[in-house]
């Protein structure tokens, strides 16, 4: 049986259209999702989108609309780009799906019935744009914390889960599980902020009526962190516990933006260890996009929207951009000009370049057929070991997550096929019939090197991987078995591509 691999993003606010911030996560998971499946496992891949709440009922209010067709509309432009980011995820759940309320009603149930849901009074002030209550001391100049705007007071009747009867547990597993909470940074912040003290949590409303009730008492709506956190398990059919449930849960991470960590690494484990389930293996919490320098906001016109740039550069230039540009977990800034500097020398010159230069040759000396192949002598070996190395690097940086040095490692290897180029000089081989032999070795190991290279690129890159095997004449299936030195053999045909991506004149 092949082992599983279960990743999650968040699911989107459907009062925001998609914006450069939510393709960052979901091409991270799909990259995830995307490797482990080349490395054989069986992967669940979720995305989906958050429907519920007071954010969205004012939203809909604005718009003329209810908030269900707010939501469907919404919806559609998150399922729309994630198809032309090449998503491959496995289901996209909505927190308005039969599915989903089932399984948040029974697990509010079950923490309700076991006494760690109570009935209580509340008066906090709220942000409504964070959904979030806060003490009086945790405003800032009278301000929400997170994003300074207005505060408002609110007194109501509310269920209350009781956090703070799992403080030390959650404690105790962040302890025992240094790669629970990821990056380490992130994992301190979280820890200083449990030591504060957990206070009991508001887990219903009864000011909106926009969301799930609360069984037994429908005047009170399930707070929607709640609610939506939750998804990653009704996705897998919880309640039923067999089935996907079963099979893929516990998570094995849970990609996140830090503004959304708290949620999901306090909110998250203990409502799950109230209710008796496994925690999540691992939350991580990657950095927050600036553009060009300043805060993404609508009132600033500024925010980067992801369809414009896949017109204007192509998709997997993006893909590569996002993952490339910024260690994972850390805060990066968009600008078009870094943007267009990783097209023009990554993409086009070093990897773009080192594909048209070879199959170009392999046509040019050979009329396309790979011919038979000598002894490899030591520089053949160098660049043969460098490729076959660069998986086990990949793979480290992967579980790591950081991405942008398995791109590094990867980009290693290519740069060691340029220079393989020149060192070789196969025009200069080619003069000499005598030579046809080495000649024959050396466009080998340059095109397997590719072979390979583009094999373990196909989660990163797939559009672009495709069109590259298809060039290297590779028709075999694209797996872990065919990251192995030797997959292409005498007689293969390779053909001439056109630039796997133009430079950017601007
Ligand atoms: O928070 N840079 O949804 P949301 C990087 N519905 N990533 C960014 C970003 C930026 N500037 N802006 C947004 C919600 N993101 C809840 C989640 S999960 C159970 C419920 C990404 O639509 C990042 O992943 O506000 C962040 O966590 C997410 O979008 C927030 O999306």
């Known amino acids: 049986m092949k082992p599983t691999f279960y990743v999650t993003t968040p699911i989107y606010y459907v ?32 995305t989906g989108s958050d429907e519920h709440g007071q954010k969205v009922e004012k939203a809909a209010t604005t718009a003329g609309e209810t908030p269900l067709e707010l939501a469907d509309r919404v ?12 998503i491959s995820h496995n289901d996209f759940i909505r927190t308005t799906q039969e599915r989903h309320k089932n399984g948040v009603s029974s697990i509010f149930k079950k923490i309700l019935d076991k006494g760690d849901i109570y009935l209580g009074e509340y008066e906090d002030w709220y942000c409504t744009p964070c959904e979030t209550f806060w003490t009086e001391t945790q405003l800032i100049e009278g301000r929400c914390p997170d994003c300074n705007r207005q505060v408002e007071k609110l007194k109501e009747e509310s269920y209350f889960f009781r956090m703070s009867k ?48 609360v069984p037994g008492n429908d005047r009170h709506i399930i707070y929607v962190w709640f609610d939506a956190l939750t998804n990653y398990i009704t996705a897998l ?40 389930l496994p925690l999540p293996k691992k939350v991580f919490a990657h950095g927050w996009w600036t553009v060009e320098g300043q805060k993404m906001s609508k009132s600033l016109q500024n925010v980067v929207e992801p369809n414009m740039l896949i017109d204007k550069y192509g998709v997997d230039a993006v893909r590569y951009f996002i993952l490339r540009e910024v260690p994972f977990g850390m805060d990066g800034d968009f600008s078009h000009t870094a943007l267009v500097q990783r097209i023009n020398s990554d993409l086009a010159n070093d990897i773009g370049n080192l594909l048209s230069r ?3 040759m392999a046509v040019k000396y050979f009329g396309g057929t790979l011919p038979a192949i000598g002894e490899l002598t030591e520089i053949d070996q160098a660049l043969k070991q460098k490729t076959v190395d660069m998986i086990e690097v990949v793979d480290k940086f992967i579980d790591e997550l950081a991405f942008s040095k398995a791109l590094q490692a990867i980009w290693e290897v290519i740069s060691a096929g340029n220079k393989y180029i020149d060192d070789t000089a ?30 373990i690129l196909s989660a990163f890159l797939p559009a672009t991987s495709t069109k590259a095997l298809a060039s290297l004449g590779w028709n075999g ?21 056109e630039a796997l991506f133009p430079r950017i004149e601007e």
């Open 75 to 86: 919806v559609k432009r998150f399922q729309a780009l994630w198809e032309r980011l090449g």
């Open 237 to 276: 059919g919880y309640p039923d516990e067999s089935g996907n449930y079963g099979k893929y849960w516990p998570v094995d991470v849970h990609l996140i933006g830090k503004d959304i960590l708290r949620f999901h690494s306090v909110y998250w484990p203990t409502f799950l260890m109230a209710a008796g």
């Open 477 to 497: 299936a694209v797996t872990r078995e065919g990251l192995a030195w030797g997959g292409l053999t005498a007689g293969t045909t390779i053909t001439k591509t």
């Open 358 to 360: 070879s199959t170009a």
């Open 166 to 213: 799992y403080q030390d547990q959650l404690m105790a597993h962040i302890e025992a599980n240094p790669d629970f909470i990821q990056p380490k940074s992130k994992r301190n912040e979280i820890i200083s902020f449990i030591k504060e003290g957990l206070r009991d949590l508001s887990v219903s409303r009864t000011t909106f009526t926009w969301g799930i009730p």
């Open 426 to 455: 196969p025009w200069t081989l080619a003069k000499d019939p005598a030579n046809s032999g080495r000649l024959a070795t050396v466009m080998y190991c340059l095109l397997e090197s590719q072979r390979i290279t583009h094999t």
């Open 15 to 46: 009062n925001d259209v998609p914006h450069i911030g939510h393709a960052y996560t979901t091409v991270a998971g799909d990259v995830l999702a995307r490797y482990k499946r080349l490395m054989g496992y069986d992967v669940y891949f979720l």
